[in-house]
């Protein structure tokens, strides 16, 4: 069986407003045709992001109660470190609030004014904590990833021939560490596979140079080696992570993806002299090493998150029902990025809207009216969420102009997928009506958070 009903019944349920389509024209209206600046109040299937999202299980929750707030010393700090120590092999673990705390100790530590950070597509955060301590990003993941209707199995591979170039090219002792995302968010969450991480870690280790890898979404990675790459279908999910993982000296994991938390992170290293310098760090902009940015219950709800998310028929439905919608879709004849990756389906604005553009912003265009018609939130993942070359001021122009749906762990039923798909096609069916949108404000960094716009022309999509 591919693909099975929810492995887990529901004991509590948050009900959600229906709203209107006057109310969402309004209510789109004042968040500056910027689907984060809606009230979640008003979004009735809330696909902005799968982080801190996931809804908790029973087993969670109880440990939340066993929370110890210990500012020193806390038990489920201890608990936390004995999981990530298990599922992901790292000897020393240094929790983080989230994600991008980890991300600035990495790079705020290893990264020098000029060096170069080779990474397998870019992340926001991630991008932007490595320039934020003088290092260049460089793309090095393989050139297929940047076109979304080439469907291979493992897109978000790193090509390896241009990561040897770069080294010819600056130096080794001009990289810091090569950063691997397992798997590629903004590539339409596409995994690696175990192959090429393992040779991105002989040829890192041949020149001297660490490799760290984004662990975000790991266990996501993991199904799809398993499901695809020869000798690991018998392997279990936990011991594919723990390969993975043989292949870093260390990792920035924000767990509010994989791990089934609401708020958390973690850095993890091999090294204890790194390590030691972590934590000195951790001091000043996290909290002390027992607790980095979480409450006691928190970590705890993080150590059993990290079991559950390495359950097998867990891993197997969650992926399954990023696909169910993914699948609805492609059948309609919807441009989508191929193939479904493993915490979203990417909508290919481009293609989608090929009367716009891309300086007319068709991804946040179509985010806005696809909540206008069914109060759905997607979110913009093109030249909105690229931002502006720091040096030029010329906006980032990248390939993928991307709508991503991203899908809630544990959060929703397929009806609730069977709503967003036939959203998606009412509104391509009229896909000629939706204007491009032009900046009111752009803020200097991020500006995909917090700018706002408001439509070229009138149309009958926001009216
Ligand atoms: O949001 P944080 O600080 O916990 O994590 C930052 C972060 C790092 N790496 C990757 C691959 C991410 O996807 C990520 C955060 N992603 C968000 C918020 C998202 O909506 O995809």
Avoid at 6 to 19: F, G, N
Avoid at 144 to 159: L, M, R, S, T, Y
Avoid at 443 to 459: A, D, I, Q, V, W
């Amino acid at each position: 069986m591919s693909y099975f009903a929810e492995p887990y019944k529901i004991k509590v349920v948050e009900p959600i407003k229906m709203t209107t389509r006057e109310e969402r024209i309004q209510a789109i209206k004042e968040a500056g045709y910027n689907t984060f600046l809606l009230k979640s109040e008003d979004v009735y299937i809330d696909l902005l992001t799968d982080s801190g999202t996931s809804a908790m299980s029973d087993n969670q929750w109880a440990g939340m109660m066993l929370g110890d707030e210990a500012y020193a010393g806390s038990r489920n700090f201890y608990n936390l470190e004995k999981a990530i120590q298990d599922v992901y092999g790292f000897p020393y673990v240094v929790p983080t609030h989230q994600g991008r705390g980890a991300e600035n100790i990495i790079s705020s530590l290893l990264i020098k004014p000029g060096d170069y950070v080779p990474g397998n597509m870019y992340f926001t955060t991630t991008r932007a904590h490595q320039e934020r301590n003088g290092g260049t990003f460089v793309d090095i993941i393989i050139d297929e990833a940047h076109d979304p209707a080439v469907e291979i199995p493992f897109k978000g591979n790193v090509d390896l021939n241009k990561l040897e170039d770069l080294i010819n090219r600056v130096g080794a002792d001009k990289i810091p560490y090569i950063s691997v995302a397992v798997t590629v968010n903004l590539a339409g969450g596409q995994p690696v596979s175990m192959a090429n991480l393992r040779d991105v870690h002989t040829l890192a280790k041949k020149h001297g140079i660490r490799v760290i890898f984004d662990a975000t979404r790991a266990v996501e990675n993991a199904f799809f080696i398993k499901e695809r790459e020869e000798g690991y279908a018998d392997k279990s999910i936990k011991e594919i992570v723990r390969e993975i993982f043989s292949y870093a000296d260390g990792c920035t994991m924000s767990a509010k993806k994989d791990n089934l938390v609401n708020i958390g992170g973690f850095l993890a290293l091999r090294e204890e002299e790194i390590y030691e310098e972590a934590t000195e760090m951790l001091v000043l902009f996290e909290g002390f090493p027992t607790y980095g940015g979480l409450a006691g219950r928190d970590m705890e709800a993080l150590a059993r998150g990290t079991y559950e998310m390495i359950d097998e028929a867990y891993i197997a439905h969650r992926v399954g029902q990023v696909r169910y919608l993914g699948d609805q879709l492609i059948n309609a004849g919807i441009p989508v990025m191929r193939p479904i990756g493993g915490h979203a389906v990417f909508l290919d604005a481009r293609a989608f809207l090929s009367h716009l553009d891309q300086e007319e912003f068709p991804a946040q265009s179509l985010a806005a009216a696809l909540y206008v018609d069914s109060g759905v939130r997607g979110m913009e993942r093109g030249i909105v969420s690229a931002g502006r070359d720091i040096k030029t001021g010329e906006n980032h122009k990248p390939r993928l102009e991307l709508v991503r749906l991203t899908i809630p762990r544990r959060v929703y039923t397929d009806r609730h997928f069977d709503v967003v798909a036939e959203s998606v096609i009412n509104l391509y069916e009229k896909r000629e009506e939706i204007p491009g949108l032009k900046f009111v404000y752009e803020p200097k960094t991020l500006r995909f958070f917090t700018g706002s716009f408001e439509p070229t022309k009138k149309s009958p999509i926001f009216e």
